[in-house]
């Protein structure tokens, strides 16, 4: 996600302000874009003097407000002062305490142009801390009239940073009509990033939004919704995928993604023309990883079967068995004398990382691991794995879009639990969550989950005080036991079988109340709603592959059976996703907002050439996974 600070000498720009409005009922609106010929004259900032307090002595008054105390004295302080003190600490980097006394200032005792000060200010410091739903709050929410009248330039830096507080809160689709409302009046070099932008926004809004989107009566959104609309259902294919962009180019000749294709789409017709056609596979076909590399190799080949089925263009592909060469080296040196243009392998994490250190790489590999070793991405070597941390991060993203300030982790023991554990932690804390509480554990016998449910809540507490009184007064002592109180949701990682004991537990355990956010370890992959009945409520993160129906895996489910719903079928997406990207790979490169809809996630690629995915959401209801829509407002099931 990428996070967008507004500077401060934009804060002092944007000081100048007019008289004092009154707060309108409803002022969440959206702008709507006008020719620039038919823009309102802005009112200019009004000049008349403010009755204002002498200016505060920096250092002693920043020294003296908190007196070796996190709360600020409030005894003589006026609200001027206080604003004043708060942009000193602002200026400071001492967002805490600058937001302590602006959060203690009542917006009513101030003038306009203060009360403008303090908007601008409390937006800063919002997304500087990674409050975006504050952020809005001022922004988009009831106290927006601070910014009610502004000059061309205020209202453009204005609706930038909502459109910012809107993407980094998950609300991509506002992000994009605030976007594509100020396009026109964007300075060239702006105009280019925002063009980009609005692509990215909405291609983080669900397709069936797009859908919906594609006959609004404003003719700029509704076309920028329609072209997403038609490259998110059409890139499994170059061929349909340009065909169905230049029958929307034919349609909307003067839109501005018309004239000016976004996210990679106007190079389509090069990747065909460049598309490889002889392809490599390395892959453990033998020993203890067969059955891994199988379900990858037939997931590949389905998807190139479906492609020839439609008789679309398919590369010759050769494959080899990674457990019966020297090493990468050679079997790349082999793949490159039977003529392979693009590589598609090795698995292993130690393999990926020796071939990534290979000098002799003169084609490109797509690795199906990511490696440990960071090296300049040169074009050559590209990453693509179904790493955990993938979905710590989703997790953690998605917590902060739903306003979950503070969370409990429960994550199994070893070092998947403690990869899982890291990645959640670092993307929440950067986000500004706090972990209350983490809880590593095992199922054995020495430690059983009743106890480990009981840590996690701090329950055992409750019962210690309970258990101390009684054996002071000497009798038995009834009492309701308490669980914490302080986290908006838990964090878990676990397999089936774990999990469908722990959501009993914490249910039984006075945490019925506490969402429930895990990753897909939970799920199975198959339908059993008598074995995920005790699952219920939990919200998890997991591929298409694995939520929607996938006509590609009922194929390959009549061919293979039970297998493709097994302990391997997320691999059988890999494969699939791997075959869908081989001729794609140059459209990601220098292109932040190209994106691929696959079978593992919507997929973009990093600056060091790894594959990033977005995953979906779905929840557990009466034992079945359904999928869940987000949309701006609400979770639609």
């Given amino acids: 996600m990428r996070i967008f600070l507004a500077t401060l000498t934009a804060l002092l720009i944007l000081s100048g302000c007019a008289t004092q409005t009154p707060a309108p009922e409803n002022t969440a609106a959206v702008v709507s874009v006008v020719p620039d010929s038919d823009l309102p004259e802005f009112e200019a900032p009004d000049t008349t003097p403010d009755t204002v307090e002498a200016p505060v002595p920096e250092d002693s008054a920043a020294a003296d407000i908190f007196a070796d105390t996190q709360e600020p004295k409030d005894k003589v302080l006026s609200p001027t002062t206080k604003l004043a003190l708060s942009r000193l600490y602002f200026n400071q980097r001492d967002l805490t305490k600058s ?17 403008r000060m303090m908007g601008l200010l409390a937006v800063e410091l919002y997304l500087g801390l990674g409050q975006h739903r504050n952020a809005l709050t001022w922004l988009a929410g009831p106290y927006a009239y601070v910014f009610d009248k502004l000059n061309r330039e205020q209202f453009v830096q204005l609706s930038k940073w909502r459109a910012d507080a809107w993407e980094l809160n998950g609300q991509f689709l506002s992000a994009a009509r605030e976007r594509i409302a100020i396009a026109a009046l964007l300075e060239p070099e702006e105009y280019q990033q925002n063009h980009q932008d609005i692509w990215y926004d909405l291609q983080l809004v669900d397709i069936e939004n797009l859908r919906i989107l594609a006959s ?59 598309r490889p056609d002889h392809v490599g596979l390395l892959l453990p076909l033998s020993g203890s990883l067969q ?28 494959v080899i068995d990674t457990t019966k060469v020297s090493s990468m080296e050679v079997a790349y040196e082999q793949l490159l004398a039977e003529g392979v243009k ?3 392998g090795p698995l292993l994490k130690q393999q990926v990382k020796d071939l990534q250190a290979y000098r002799g790489l003169r084609i490109p590999v797509l690795a199906l691991n990511t490696s440990d070793v960071d090296l300049p991405f040169d074009g050559t070597f ?19 879009r739903l306003n979950f300030d503070t969370a409990a982790v429960l994550v199994p023991d070893g070092s998947w639990g403690d990869r899982v554990f890291n990645a ?35 329950l055992d507490n409750s019962i210690a005080r309970t258990a101390l009184i009684e054996q002071v007064i000497g009798e038995n002592v009834e009492y309701d036991a308490r669980r914490r109180k302080d986290l908006d949701f838990i964090f878990m990682a676990a397999v089936p079988t774990d999990a469908r004991q722990i959501k009993p537990l914490l249910d039984f355990q006075f945490a019925s109340d506490v969402p429930v956010l895990a990753t897909s370890t939970i799920y199975a992959g198959k339908k059993d709603p008598a074995a995920d009945k005790d699952l219920e409520g939990i919200h998890f993160v997991d591929m298409p592959w694995q ?50 809809h696959g079978y593992t996630g919507t997929l973009s690629m990093d600056a060091d050439g790894k594959l990033v995915r977005e995953l979906e959401w779905a929840i557990v209801k009466r034992g079945v996974a359904t999928p869940l829509v987000l949309t701006d407002d609400i979770w639609l099931k």
């Fill in 424 to 458: 959640f932690k670092s993307e929440f804390v950067s986000l500004g969550g706090t972990i209350v509480t983490q809880v590593h554990y095992t199922t054995d016998a020495n430690r059983e989950l009743l106890e480990v449910v009981r840590t996690l809540l701090n």
């Fill in 547 to 596: 939520i929607d129906a996938i006509a590609l895996k009922q194929q390959l489910a009549n061919v293979l059976g039970d297998a493709v719903t097994g302990p391997y079928s997320r691999l059988y997406a890999l494969g699939a996703d791997a075959f869908q990207l081989y001729p794609r790979l140059r459209q990601f490169d220098n292109n932040a907002t190209a994106r691929v």
């Fill in 216 to 274: 609004d009566p404003n003719p700029e959104l509704s076309g920028w919704a329609s072209l997403a609309y038609v490259s998110a259902t059409t890139d499994r294919d170059l061929e349909f995928q340009i065909a169905a962009i230049k029958l929307w180019q034919r349609e909307h000749p003067q839109h501005p993604a018309a004239l000016q294709l976004p996210g990679g789409l106007d190079m389509l017709t090069s990747l065909v023309v460049s």
């Fill in 291 to 318: 059955q891994t590399g199988e379900a990858i190799r037939d997931g590949f080949l389905a998807a190139l079967y479906e492609a020839k089925s439609q008789y679309l263009e398919t590369p010759k592909v050769t």
């Fill in 99 to 115: 937001l302590l006394l602006l959060e203690s200032i009542n917006v009513l005792e101030l003038n306009s142009n203060q009360q």
């Fill in 342 to 344: 693009l590589v598609i």
């Fill in 382 to 400: 590209y990453q693509f794995g179904l790493n955990p941390e993938d979905e710590a991060i989703e997790t953690a993203r998605h917590a902060r």
